[in-house]
């Protein structure tokens, strides 16, 4: 016979976690909600995100630039420090990104 009282309290359990969990996510909604961002906040951010990335780009480029200019070889430097400016580029935003959301 005790077989159902366990049965009972396992249950019991899960719907407190479940409701504990519903809750949670009802107060993250409502606070979300109360602490609306302005289309302004969201431009900023997008452009943030596109000069984290562009301006290493760019800045790799010129060094690619100058080195080819300056010391020919069979290898374009542009091209390379291009790929590592994006890449550059890509964590920088990840960074500003992460940051952004940890503060909020």
Same mark, same amino acid.
């Given at each position: #016979? ?13 719907? %407190?976690?479940?409701?504990? %969990?519903?809750?949670t ?5 409502? %606070? &979300? ?14 452009? #943030?995100? /596109?000069? $984290? +990335?562009? +301006?290493? &780009? @760019?800045?790799?480029?010129? @060094?690619? +630039? ?9 290898? $374009?430097?542009?091209?390379?420090? @291009?790929? +590592?400016?994006?890449?550059? /580029?890509?964590?920088n935003?990840?960074?500003w990104i ?7």
């Open positions: #016979m005790d077989e159902p009282d366990d049965d009972r309290n396992n249950d019991r359990a899960i719907w %407190q976690t479940f409701h504990k %969990q519903v809750e996510k009802a107060d993250r909604k409502i %606070q &979300a909600r109360r602490e609306k961002k302005n289309i302004w906040f969201a431009i900023g951010m997008f452009g #943030m995100v /596109g000069w $984290s +990335v562009t +301006v290493p &780009a @760019l800045l790799c480029i010129a @060094l690619g +630039v100058w080195i080819d200019t300056r010391f020919p070889s069979r290898y $374009s430097w542009t091209l390379m420090l @291009l790929l +590592v400016g994006i890449v550059l /580029g890509c964590i935003a990840w960074y992460k940051k952004e959301s940890d503060r909020h």
